[in-house]
């Protein structure tokens, strides 16, 4: 290989790599602005739609769940 052809590989590589950085950066920049205002877009409609009223309890039940009766035998994606 000529030292020519050395020079134009090493330069082709390094624009290629100088492209793929900027692309690699907008698109980052593109996914940090969608992920905002999904945030905001989420963040008021959850608000909107609050149920518990800011309790953020876990309720126990007072008894464990009983067995259930039955064969006793179950057969997933039966019809």
């Not at 020519?4 to 698109?27: C, F, L, Q, S, Y």
């Amino acid at each position: 290989m000529s030292e020519h052809d050395a020079r134009a590989a090493a330069w082709g590589r390094d624009a290629g790599m100088a492209k793929i950085t900027a692309i690699t950066w907008r698109v980052g920049a593109a996914g940090v602005a969608v992920a905002g205002l999904l945030t905001v877009a989420l963040g008021h409609h959850a608000d909107a739609t609050q149920t518990n009223h800011g309790q953020n309890t876990i309720v126990i039940p007072a008894q464990p769940p009983q067995p259930a009766t039955g064969p006793g035998q179950v057969t997933s994606g039966a019809s």
